[in-house]
């Protein structure tokens, strides 16, 4: 059976640590899936991730617009629109956007992680 959500109907996030912009593509409660959780950040010029990691969950990311640094354990990356990166479980990691235009990535967790632990549990 299909099933379609609008774009106007998908759940959305405001981040209270900056203007970033994240919508749910997928997650238990729109499609009752507990083996993938996908969602579509945007990070505006400046904005950055607190360090943080999965329990039990590899987590790609596929830039589709704009570039931004990914930060992985003790790993700088710079990704641009078409890359895709792999995160394996339990490895910290943030993002940053030090440039002028927005970056934009659809991030997949498989499976959907049994919890999100903030290195710094007061910057979230």
Do not use: C, Q
């Not at 990691?53 to 931004?68: E, I, M, P, T």
């Amino acid at each position: 059976m299909v099933k379609a959500i609008a774009a106007a109907d998908l759940p959305r996030l405001r981040s209270t640590r900056d203007t970033r912009d994240r919508i749910d593509l997928i997650t238990p409660d729109i499609f009752g899936l507990r083996d993938i959780k996908a969602d579509r950040i945007t990070y505006h010029p400046g904005d950055t991730a607190a360090a943080h990691y999965h329990l039990d969950a590899k987590h790609f990311f596929f830039v589709l617009d704009g570039s931004g640094t990914l930060h992985a354990d003790e790993k700088v990356i710079e990704l641009a629109a078409g890359d895709v990166a792999l995160i394996e479980e339990n490895e910290v990691h943030w993002f940053e956007n030090t440039g002028t235009e927005e970056f934009t990535f659809i991030e997949l967790w498989v499976p959907t992680p049994s919890e999100t632990v903030w290195v710094d549990p007061d910057d979230t």
